[in-house]
């Protein structure tokens, strides 16, 4: 299975643009980029996905590098609601699709 | 906005107790998922769910475990005999399509605390 690798943790100040880091070297051909948090005593959420080229949601950005094996989740401007874990997950579609499988994501921690 | 719902939001069970989780997936949603989540430490994902069978199962899933889709909006996960090990946070989550290519929406969770 294609892996990830986050830092454990960042930190943010409020109204600052914050942008998370992920690894994933062997990423294959037909991964999809996941990007998924969870906030305190709350499930997982969707942030945004993406496969080869950037995308732009109304929660954040996905900048992908060009070869894939690396990619940044960009929160514009922090809020103390952006404080949750962060994952990175990748997924397989085609026939050897994958359930999401979270990693131990990076706690992004949002200072006043 | 549409949500996944779970019940009940806190389960405690006695050890060998048998226990039913309920979700209600999004209703044009096709793909059924439970993870869980023991405290301080990973979502796991346990096993995935389409067109009234499994699709994808877990090593934590097994023989204590089943899911069934027992009528049009119901999506429900069965420990059989609990054990003190499966004290745990128990999300669902629901997708229109297969999750590789698309967002999971995931419920509030079930906090279970077998006794």
């Known amino acids: 299975d294609a892996k990830t690798t986050q830092p454990n943790s960042m930190e943010s100040n409020e109204e600052e643009p914050v942008h998370l880091p992920c690894n994933h070297s062997?990423?294959?051909?037909?991964?999809?980029i996941h990007w998924y948090r969870q906030l305190p005593s709350q499930g997982p959420e969707y942030v945004i996905h993406g496969l080869t080229s950037n995308v732009n949601n109304r929660m954040a950005s996905l900048a992908i590098a060009e070869d894939r094996k690396s990619s940044t989740l960009i929160l514009h401007r922090a809020t103390l609601r952006d404080a949750a874990v962060y994952y990175c997950i990748l997924s397989r579609s085609g026939a050897g699709n994958t359930p999401l499988v979270f990693g131990k994501g990076t706690r992004l921690s949002v200072i006043a | 906005e549409p949500e996944v719902t779970q019940t009940p939001s806190h389960q405690v069970t006695q050890m060998g107790q048998e226990v039913i989780l309920r979700c209600v997936p999004i209703s044009n949603h096709l793909y059924f998922y439970w993870y869980r989540q023991i405290l301080g430490q990973k979502v796991e994902f346990l096993v995935s769910f389409y067109n009234n069978e499994i699709s994808e199962k877990s090593e934590i899933f097994d023989d204590q475990f089943s899911v069934e889709r027992p009528d049009g909006s119901n999506f429900t996960l069965k420990i059989r005999s609990t054990k003190l090990e499966d004290s745990a946070m128990y999300f669902c989550?629901?997708?229109?399509?297969?999750?590789?290519?698309?967002?999971?929406?995931f419920g509030q969770g079930t906090r279970l605390t077998v006794v």
């Open positions: 989550a629901s997708s229109v399509l297969r999750e590789s290519n698309t967002e999971a929406f």
């Open positions: 062997t990423i294959s051909g037909t991964d999809y």
